[in-house]
């Protein structure tokens, strides 16, 4: 029996899901994003809800052939990796500005996530806040 209880201590956080995993809303209820962690363990999203209705597609962007794709799906963060308790070394594509930023995100319990977002260093950046989206 304790053989069986040290094994399963040790498969299940094999099996957990990171804490940014999940569904976030952003903290001025503008925009709803999903996060989760590919077969490479790298972290990616995907807009999942914009309030705006006149925000459909992704027309800021410098690119014309892109500019037609819609936002709802749109993966705008990709490329970040478990470094500490912090996702670093990805991008995160602002659909608002048309630009490309690094960043780095990281959880504060398992309901708040911060994501910075810089061109440079990061203490020039700037942050967003998120909670986890709860279905009602």
């Known amino acids: 029996m304790k053989f069986l209880f040290l094994f399963l201590a040790l498969l299940l956080p094999l099996h957990a899901k990171d804490t940014v995993e999940g569904e976030w809303l952003k903290s001025d209820g503008t925009a709803r994003i999903k996060l989760w962690l590919n077969n490479e363990n790298q972290l990616q999203g995907v807009i999942t809800?914009?309030?705006d209705k006149k925000r459909t597609h992704d027309t800021n962007n410098p690119d014309p052939k892109l500019r037609k794709r819609r936002l709802r799906g749109l993966k705008f963060l990709t490329g970040f990796k478990k470094e500490g308790d912090q996702f670093t070394g990805g991008k995160v594509y602002d659909s608002k500005s048309g630009k490309t930023y690094s960043g780095k995100i990281w959880a504060e319990g398992n309901d708040k996530l911060t994501m910075r977002a810089y061109k440079g260093i990061?203490?020039?950046?700037?942050?967003?806040e998120w909670t986890r989206f709860k279905k009602k």
């Open 49 to 51: 809800w914009v309030q």
């Open 122 to 128: 990061s203490i020039l950046g700037k942050s967003a």
